[in-house]
């Protein structure tokens, strides 16, 4: 597996701002996901962060919303803009490690709590 | 994608065995079956995947019949930190995207 840190691990944060959320992984790995996970909801996947090329985005979810960066194989960004109430939520990344066979599994951070006043 | 489909919830005690049982009907030739368990405040933690028949690890075993459309995830004896959200998923590669359903809710009691 790998070691995920997020940072920050939560924030209280006012509307219309704007917070940044820090991955930051031991290992160098291909693939790596920014999730929410809403209060008492299921993860809900947001995008794929891609090394050197803009993210791929899920249905419901747009880049001027949720820019992502990917500066290399260690690390990424999740911003989320123009913050609203509805943005209360935990945000996660995840990331796929290396290994023998095509079905490696994901392995989460612990997450980003935001609440919004 | 496919989708799973598990019960909402779940009640046991100390010391049982605890069988939370998925569905897939649907699940795609390529597709792997992987559990992850969730406790509040932390990201989901993997516990198990297989493709078909038994696999056990040191924490759970999966069970996964002939035509793979359903799934048992089995935790031998477990204890109150057991209690946790448990998620089914469906996955094709290291590269495709999974999608959590909404997980059971596992309560261990005293």
């Known amino acids: 597996s790998a070691v995920i840190s997020q940072k920050p691990s939560r924030d209280i944060c006012q509307r219309g701002t704007s917070l940044t959320i820090q991955c930051q992984v031991d290992?160098?790995?291909?693939?790596m996901f920014w999730y929410r996970q809403q209060p008492g909801q299921s993860l809900t996947l947001i995008a794929t962060?891609?090394?050197?090329?803009?993210?791929?985005?899920e249905s419901g979810f747009v880049i001027d919303k949720f820019p992502i960066s990917r500066p290399n194989l260690t690390f990424s960004t999740l911003t989320v803009s123009n913050l609203s109430p509805e943005d209360s939520s935990i945000y996660l990344c995840?990331?796929?490690?290396?290994?023998?066979?095509?079905?490696?599994?994901?392995?989460f951070g612990d997450g980003t709590r935001l609440s919004i006043l | 994608l496919a989708k799973t489909t598990q019960p909402i919830s779940m009640d046991s005690y100390e010391g049982q065995e605890v069988n939370i049982t998925c569905s897939h009907n649907n699940i795609a030739t390529n597709d792997y079956i992987t559990w992850y368990q969730q406790f509040p405040s932390q990201g989901p933690r993997f516990i198990i995947q297989?493709?078909?028949t038994k696999v056990t690890n040191e924490v759970a075993s999966l069970f996964i019949p002939a035509d793979r459309k359903s799934s048992t995830l089995s935790l031998p004896r477990v204890s109150l930190s057991d209690t946790a959200v448990y998620y089914c998923l469906l996955g094709g590669s290291s590269a495709s995207k999974i999608i959590f359903g909404s997980g059971t809710r596992l309560s261990i009691r005293p």
């Open positions: 995840s990331v796929v490690v290396e290994g023998q066979g095509n079905n490696q599994p994901q392995h």
């Open positions: 290992s160098q790995v291909t693939m």
């Open positions: 297989g493709y078909k």
């Open positions: 962060a891609n090394q050197g090329s803009e993210a791929t985005y």
